[in-house]
């Protein structure tokens, strides 16, 4: 048992934490810092794996500014000096964050003569096909600000009409007028021609050198109109934001005497460099979810589960995702600001659809510091309001009004009423009384029945998630292992698995900050993609091979020029579908000298079209849409993450209210040292530094051999 605690954490600033001393780790220290809506998360790993953490409120303002307060104190706590630190990989929702809250720059979009409107008719898809009143999110682009050009190109990139040079001038004279700050220039057919878009950038860059500009022939050289267009425009709606959060946040850093490489995590969970993030920003909306997915499959790894789907809640949002034979699960698209925001093809049209490739996350307006509102139907809803990390919920005592998730687990005792152990104050009377007067009263509840019906309708939001993920791909739940983690995904974990009939749910090791350590398990990655389309029958193999070739040399230039390209592996797939469908699936590329590679070729896309749709429409012919090039360099054989902890703590009881069936129990508060490898029955609270674990009646709860804390389910 000595071992096994001695492989876990301790909090810390707790009584007997060692320091850990700079002159028995004098370089290499790596360092994760993750910024949530509510919550930043950082991670500070010495060079032998040794880990310390800290959790610290947002500042929504500047998102920097919690970023560096965590790593002053990391810093002081680790007694090393910044120059120590050899490494910084961070996560951040400032890119999403701008495009759902409407705080980007002043975008103008340039295009070709006719498609001004493309934005708004987009793909003819609602989310909610039957309500007359739903609406969509407005455009990022003011019609106004939708400028046309005189110029057409046709499919394979021939000059049908050439660039009218006086309506460039026409459409630059109106960017400076309305004293826009970035520009979409999206033509027709440019992916397989960028020649006018160049031009168009050119006048625009040599008028007004300051504006941010971003040309979709170099964000997403692919085919579809409107998803180029899409793609591009939230590009330049979020780049002079993420400007200057990175360069406020690196010149921060430099103060700090940090002259450690920094890396920013995208939503595909490989990294790239600050100074190509500054241009690809849309690359970045997915920074912080990837982070959990990355570190939920490398758990999976070392545990040995197949097959897990990662849960991460946290203070605004949840999120989830499939790992399949401890293989992350990943979509070409992703779509935000809708009811649920998500990859899947099967529920579009509620947000903005962007093109780029991501790990396949659904996420709801779920999380602890979600806004709790009964409607004039007697409806309690949660979310997707947050009150965030300014002013948070009505228990912090910083001014928040309105009820949320975390003030109800305040009332029903699941967490601390003075203070979490991270040192956080909470205040049980301004929580029962915005539970009582917000949600009690209008329902017609005592306020502990308001307060745990609130959790149950939260659990139901997250259900959503997890859902989206597995029923509507195919999947059984139930076929699934469940790993929680973020500041309230162990607190909702298993009464949310045990309505899905998911059996085993695993909350691993400072659960709070999981993701951040998700960002240090991640590697350097690049996704490429080109427009190809050829019908396969037709299709050359040198041909294509000669386009793998050029990506594959772009992809190279990319790590060239970043310093990291020694040892890249570069993995080839193709987009591709019958020809006359909607949509296309996603195949590995053969390796060359395959026997029968076209044979080859249609046998893989055949064989994912019957695995994904039911069948296969043998004979018809088969296009190739797009080529893909994802180009990786491995980050080599580094310690594990351990997180050192306490053997236990001071055991106490607090009441907790379970429903009417039980009502208040005097419910056991442990840590994660008090459980051992012998199954102990709830209910159980489990309180660490950064989240609270628990286990309701009908569940166990035991460690294993990694620090994870494994909840049986009762389903």
Same mark, same amino acid.
Request: aromatic content about 6%.
């Given at each position: 048992?000595?071992?096994?605690?001695?492989?876990?954490?301790?909090?810390?600033?707790?009584?007997?934490?060692?320091?850990?001393?700079?002159?028995?780790?004098?370089?290499?220290?790596?360092?994760?810092?993750?910024?949530?809506?509510?919550?930043?998360?950082?991670?500070?790993?010495?060079?032998?794996?040794?880990?310390?953490?800290?959790?610290?409120?947002?500042?929504?303002?500047?998102?920097?500014?919690?970023?560096?307060?965590?790593?002053?104190?990391?810093?002081?706590?680790?007694?090393?000096?910044?120059?120590?630190?050899?490494?910084?990989?961070?996560?951040?929702?400032?890119?999403?964050?701008?495009?759902?809250?409407?705080?980007?720059?002043?975008?103008?979009?340039?295009?070709?003569?006719?498609?001004?409107?493309?934005?708004?008719?987009?793909?003819?898809?609602?989310?909610?096909?039957?309500?007359?009143?739903?609406?969509?999110?407005?455009?990022?682009?003011?019609?106004?600000?939708?400028?046309?050009?005189?110029?057409?190109?046709?499919?394979?990139?021939?000059?049908?009409?050439?660039?009218?040079?006086?309506?460039?001038?026409?459409?630059?004279?109106?960017?400076?007028?309305?004293?826009?700050?970035?520009?979409?220039?999206?033509?027709?057919?440019?992916?397989?021609?960028?020649?006018?878009?160049?031009?168009?950038?050119?006048?625009?860059?040599?008028?007004?050198?300051?504006?941010?500009?971003?040309?979709?022939?170099?964000?997403?050289?692919?085919?579809?109109?409107?998803?180029?267009?899409?793609?591009?425009?939230?590009?330049?709606?979020?780049?002079?934001?993420?400007?200057?959060?990175?360069?406020?946040?690196?010149?921060?850093?430099?103060?700090?005497?940090?002259?450690?490489?920094?890396?920013?995590?995208?939503?595909?969970?490989?990294?790239?460099?600050?100074?190509?993030?500054?241009?690809?920003?849309?690359?970045?909306?997915?920074?912080?979810?990837?982070?959990?997915?990355?570190?939920?499959?490398?758990?999976?790894?070392?545990?040995?589960?197949?097959?897990?789907?990662?849960?991460?809640?946290?203070?605004?949002?949840?999120?989830?995702?499939?790992?399949?034979?401890?293989?992350?699960?990943?979509?070409?698209?992703?779509?935000?600001?809708?009811?649920?925001?998500?990859?899947?093809?099967?529920?579009?049209?509620?947000?903005?659809?962007?093109?780029?490739?991501?790990?396949?996350?659904?996420?709801?307006?779920?999380?602890?510091?979600?806004? $709790? /509102? *009964?409607?004039?139907?007697?409806?309690? %809803?949660?979310?997707? @309001?947050? &009150?965030?990390?300014?002013? !948070? +919920?009505?228990?912090?005592?910083?001014?928040?009004?309105?009820?949320?998730?975390?003030?109800?687990?305040?009332?029903?005792?699941?967490?601390?009423?003075?203070?979490?152990?991270?040192?956080?104050?909470?205040?049980?009377?301004?929580?029962?009384?915005?539970?009582?007067?917000?949600?009690?009263?209008?329902?017609?509840?005592?306020?502990?029945?308001?307060?745990?019906?609130?959790?149950?309708?939260?659990?139901?939001?997250?259900?959503?998630?997890?859902?989206? $993920? /597995? *029923?509507?791909?195919?999947?059984?739940? %139930?076929?699934?292992? @469940?790993? &929680?983690?973020?500041?309230? !995904? +162990?607190?909702?974990?298993?009464?949310?698995?045990?309505?899905?009939?998911?059996?085993?749910?695993?909350?691993?090791?400072?659960?709070?900050?999981?993701?951040?350590?998700?960002?240090?398990?991640?590697?350097?990655?690049?996704?490429?993609?080109?427009?190809?389309?050829?019908?396969?029958?037709?299709?050359?193999?040198?041909?294509?091979?000669?386009?793998?070739?050029?990506?594959?040399?772009?992809?190279?230039?990319?790590?060239?020029?970043?310093?990291?390209?020694?040892?890249?592996?570069?993995?080839?797939?193709?987009?591709?579908?019958? @020809?006359?469908?909607?949509?296309?699936?996603?195949?590995?590329?053969?390796?060359?000298?395959?026997?029968?590679?076209?044979?080859?070729?249609?046998?893989?896309?055949?064989?994912?079209?019957?695995?994904?749709?039911?069948?296969?429409?043998?004979?018809?012919?088969?296009?190739?849409?797009?080529?893909?090039?994802?180009?990786?360099?491995?980050?080599?054989?580094?310690?594990?993450?351990?997180?050192?902890?306490?053997?236990?703590?001071?055991?106490?009881?607090?009441?907790?209210?379970?429903?009417?069936?039980?009502?208040?129990?005097?419910?056991?508060?442990?840590?994660?040292?008090?459980?051992?490898?012998?199954?102990?029955?709830?209910?159980?609270?489990?309180?660490?530094?950064?989240?609270?674990?628990?286990?309701?009646?009908?569940?166990?709860?035991?460690?294993?051999?990694?620090?994870?804390?494994?909840?049986?389910?009762?389903?």
């Amino acid at each position: 048992m000595a071992a096994l605690r001695r492989s876990l954490w301790r909090y810390p600033g707790a009584p007997g934490a060692t320091p850990l001393s700079r002159e028995r780790h004098p370089r290499g220290w790596r360092l994760g810092a993750d910024v949530g809506g509510t919550f930043t998360d950082l991670v500070l790993v010495a060079p032998d794996g040794r880990a310390t953490t800290r959790k610290v409120l947002s500042t929504t303002a500047n998102y920097a500014e919690a970023v560096v307060r965590g790593i002053r104190e990391l810093v002081a706590a680790a007694g090393i000096g910044g120059d120590d630190i050899a490494e910084i990989i961070h996560g951040t929702t400032v890119a999403t964050n701008a495009i759902l809250e409407r705080r980007g720059a002043r975008t103008g979009l340039v295009t070709t003569e006719g498609f001004r409107d493309l934005l708004e008719i987009g793909r003819l898809r609602l989310s909610r096909l039957y309500d007359m009143d739903h609406r969509r999110p407005p455009p990022l682009v003011r019609r106004r600000w939708r400028l046309e050009v005189g110029e057409r190109l046709d499919h394979r990139g021939g000059v049908v009409r050439p660039l009218d040079p006086a309506s460039v001038e026409k459409a630059v004279d109106t960017i400076l007028e309305e004293e826009l700050e970035a520009v979409a220039v999206c033509l027709i057919h440019a992916y397989a021609n960028p020649a006018h878009e160049r031009e168009v950038g050119a006048a625009i860059r040599a008028r007004a050198p300051g504006l941010h500009v971003t040309l979709s022939s170099d964000v997403l050289p692919e085919i579809r109109e409107f998803e180029r267009t899409s793609t591009a425009v939230a590009n330049a709606y979020v780049m002079p934001v993420m400007e200057r959060y990175l360069s406020r946040l690196e010149a921060e850093m430099e103060t700090l005497g940090i002259v450690a490489p920094f890396s920013v995590m995208q939503s595909n969970g490989g990294i790239m460099t600050a100074a190509r993030a500054r241009h690809r920003p849309v690359q970045l909306i997915e920074s912080g979810p990837a982070a959990g997915v990355i570190a939920a499959a490398a758990l999976s790894r070392r545990a040995g589960l197949a097959n897990v789907i990662s849960l991460d809640m946290g203070g605004t949002t949840a999120k989830a995702s499939v790992i399949e034979n401890h293989a992350i699960t990943r979509s070409n698209e992703l779509e935000i600001g809708g009811p649920i925001s998500q990859g899947s093809r099967l529920n579009k049209g509620g947000g903005y659809l962007l093109r780029t490739p991501a790990i396949d996350i659904a996420e709801v307006g779920a999380g602890g510091g979600s806004l $709790v /509102t *009964v409607a004039s139907s007697g409806a309690l %809803r949660v979310g997707p @309001l947050s &009150a965030g990390a300014t002013p !948070g +919920p009505v228990c912090y005592g910083l001014g928040g009004t309105g009820a949320t998730l975390t003030d109800a687990n305040v009332v029903l005792g699941y967490l601390p009423q003075k203070q979490l152990p991270s040192g956080l104050s909470l205040t049980l009377e301004l929580a029962q009384r915005a539970v009582a007067e917000q949600i009690a009263q209008p329902l017609g509840l005592s306020t502990e029945e308001a307060a745990h019906g609130t959790y149950l309708v939260g659990c139901a939001g997250i259900a959503r998630a997890v859902r989206a $993920v /597995t *029923v509507e791909r195919g999947r059984d739940p %139930r076929e699934f292992s @469940l790993v &929680a983690f973020g500041g309230n !995904g +162990p607190l909702y974990a298993a009464e949310m698995a045990r309505s899905l009939e998911i059996a085993t749910v695993v909350v691993p090791p400072a659960p709070g900050v999981f993701s951040a350590v998700g960002l240090l398990e991640s590697e350097i990655e690049h996704h490429l993609v080109r427009t190809f389309n050829r019908v396969l029958t037709e299709t050359d193999e040198t041909e294509l091979r000669a386009g793998f070739a050029l990506l594959e040399d772009e992809a190279a230039a990319m790590l060239r020029d970043e310093g990291r390209e020694a040892g890249a592996e570069f993995v080839r797939s193709m987009d591709m579908k019958y @020809l006359g469908q909607s949509f296309e699936l996603t195949i590995a590329m053969p390796e060359a000298g395959t026997p029968g590679f076209e044979r080859e070729i249609a046998e893989r896309f055949e064989s994912e079209h019957e695995r994904t749709y039911g069948h296969r429409a043998a004979g018809d012919p088969i296009q190739i849409v797009n080529l893909r090039m994802t180009a990786r360099v491995p980050s080599g054989e580094r310690p594990p993450i351990a997180f050192d902890r306490e053997a236990s703590i001071a055991i106490r009881r607090r009441p907790a209210y379970f429903g009417p069936r039980h009502g208040f129990v005097s419910t056991p508060v442990i840590g994660r040292g008090d459980l051992d490898r012998a199954p102990r029955p709830g209910p159980l609270l489990v309180e660490e530094y950064d989240a609270t674990t628990l286990v309701p009646f009908g569940c166990t709860a035991r460690i294993d051999g990694f620090g994870n804390i494994v909840i049986a389910v009762e389903v």
